[in-house]
């Protein structure tokens, strides 16, 4: 059972959609990664959220903490190809123990 | 400025052998860690170094080494390599919240 659950596991959307993804957990964490992986590439770090209800934006992408500190979302708006990837989430409470959730497969059509 | 550099890419490896899976990273970061990621499993922790001479163990340590004599390099050794260790493994290294990923070695074990 993973420690953070990611849905949807994959999702196909046309380009100018919307969508969202989640991370979810039973756990609190004390801060929250979320990571964009492409083919034969490491994860790379998108942003870092660390206080319960926080939202950052990032261009077309917004992210959110759950109040509770269990959960995040991710937002992106006007989907484009180059958004094409494996979304990770990653949760800490110390910062020698990083939780990885399995991710999110995102296609985006043009 | 490279950031985090791994070698090798690939690699096959036979059941017993043993293999040292080189990382090194330029920009004088403490935090250093090594991943494996499976299939529907997520990134997952497998040692980590807050420093030159400290190492421990993450989440799953079993049948794996790590030293770490400089801040550089962080060195991961397959001590008697079985087919359960066939995965993608990724280094990383991490200043505060920070933290930046190698472009990863692919094992294969027969």
């Known amino acids: 059972t993973q420690l953070l659950e990611q849905s949807p596991q994959f999702l196909s959307i046309q380009e100018g959609e919307n969508l969202t993804v989640y991370c979810n957990s039973s756990s609190v964490f004390s801060s929250l990664q979320w990571y964009r992986q492409e083919p034969g590439e490491g994860p790379v770090l998108l942003v870092t959220v660390v206080t319960g209800g926080e939202v950052k934006k990032l261009k077309r992408l917004t992210f959110q903490f759950g109040d509770a500190r269990k959960d995040s979302s991710l937002h992106i708006t006007a989907a484009q190809p180059g958004d094409t990837g494996l979304y990770l989430c990653?949760?800490?409470?110390?910062?020698?123990?990083?939780?990885f959730g399995a991710g999110t497969r995102l296609t985006v059509k043009p | 400025n490279a950031g985090v550099t791994q070698t090798p890419k690939f690699q096959v490896l036979k059941t017993g052998q043993s293999m040292t899976l080189q990382c090194a990273q330029d920009m004088n970061h403490e935090y250093m860690s090594w991943y494996r990621q499976d299939p529907g499993m997520g990134l997952r922790l497998i040692h980590y170094?807050?420093?030159?001479?400290?190492?421990d163990q993450g989440e799953v340590p079993n049948g794996y080494n790590v030293s770490r004599s400089t801040t550089e390099d962080f060195p991961l050794r397959l001590l008697s390599a079985a087919p359960s260790q066939t995965s993608v493994y990724f280094c990383?290294?991490?200043?505060?919240?920070?933290?930046?990923f190698g472009p990863g070695t692919r094992l294969t074990v027969t």
């Open positions: 170094s807050v420093g030159a001479g400290i190492t």
């Open positions: 990383a290294s991490r200043y505060f919240y920070e933290q930046y």
């Open positions: 990653a949760g800490s409470n110390n910062n020698n123990d990083m939780r």
